[in-house]
Every structure is written in C-alpha cells, then in structure tokens.
C-alpha cells in the first residue's frame, strides 16, 4: 500500500491564481482531512468528509473547497490564491474504529509546501 | 469552543537530558492521541490513551492520561538526537480530532 500520497509536493502561485492540491489514500478509509500548518505553527482542519459524497467545514475553511466522489480522492480547491494561504498542506485518512470513546488514528500524507507571492 | 493547549511551545535540552511536554483541555476528552512530527515531514501516530490514569510506555517515551482525562503529558527519558521533532497532542471534538500547536523539542550535543 502506498498510503496516503498528496500532489504536487512543492507548488508557487500568483495572487488570484486556482489550484486543486490532489490527495489519494489506497487503505479503504472512509474519512479524509485537510490541514494547514503554517511555519512553526500546529495543525489546522480546513475541511473534512465522513464518506464519498458527505464534506465538512473544519476551522478555517474559507477561501478553499473540497468534493469527495470517490472513497479515495478528496481534492482541495484554492480559487483565489492569498499570500495568507502560504503553508503547508497535509490530507490525511483515517478508519473508524466504531468503538465508543476510542478515535481512529490518522494517516498522514508527505504534504504540499504551497507558496502565494 | 474547546481547544487542546500544549506547553511549552520550545524545549532546549541536553542530549540525554529528559524532556516532558504537557497537554490540556478545557473540557473532558474520551481521549488523547499522541503525533510527532520530524523535521520536514509529516506527523506520524505514536499512541493513543482513553482510560482515566492511564499510562503507556514505548521504551524511553511515558504517555500519561489524566485522573479527570482533561490533561495529558508525553516524557521521553535520556533524549537521544533521533527524538528530535514536533510532539503534538489531538483530542477528538464532535466528530473532528483537534491538534495542540505542538512542542519543539531541540536537543544540544
């Protein structure tokens, strides 16, 4: 199993530009995330899906979107890039344990080094 | 609404000295999952506590759960220059896992 692989590993933007930052997990997990770490800084949820077809909004979701039409794909979409949006990127999976009080462990992806100048 | 606080931000220690970074939350947790982060990469799983008081231990690494299971703590013994990272504590809210902002431990030769 791969695990959890995220493209690109390293991406420059302008202001105003879109990307999709791509995130794919092999393990048949039905839950995906979405963080940003900012330098120095801890993990924020931007957005997160519970299955295919099901997202959420995390934190700090705006000025991104997600779709999740497969179990394995859960892209996110920057619209108008802001230098604010300078961070790093981590997708992650996990599968519920569906044990009361015990939370899955999650899964992380090498992540995305994303810069908005 | 709840957040999961991690003190200190940054620990200097001597190679072989040892090291604690101490987690909690306003409310109660059903439990507590520990991560570290190695320069550079990504942060990987190490443990997860869930009964009040528990301890675990991963050779040098000591996790501790709370009597009230609002505060956890993670003490490495003797650090060693490969336990050099971030260590993050999460605690689930509603149905999302919520991440401390992390220790970074630094360890001098």
Known sequence: NAGVTQTPKFRILKIGQSMTLQCTQDMNHNYMYWYRQDPGMGLKLIYYSVGAGITDKGEVPNGYNVSRSTTEDFPLRLELAAPSQTSVYFCASSYPTLVAGVADTQYFGPGTRLTVL | ?109
């Open chain 2, 1 to 109: 609404g709840q957040q999961v606080m991690q003190i200190p931000q940054y620990q200097h220690v001597q190679e072989g000295e040892d090291f604690t970074t101490y987690c909690n939350s306003s409310t109660t947790l059903s439990n507590i999952q520990w991560y570290k982060q190695r320069p550079g990469g990504h942060p990987v799983f190490l443990i997860q506590l869930v009964k009040s008081g528990e301890v675990k231990k991963q050779k040098r690494l000591t996790f501790q759960f709370g009597e009230a299971k609002k505060n956890s703590s993670l003490h490495i013994t003797a650090t060693q220059t490969t336990d050099v990272g971030t260590y993050f504590c999460a605690g689930p809210v509603d149905d999302k896992i919520i991440f401390g902002k992390g220790t970074r431990l630094h360890i001098l030769p």
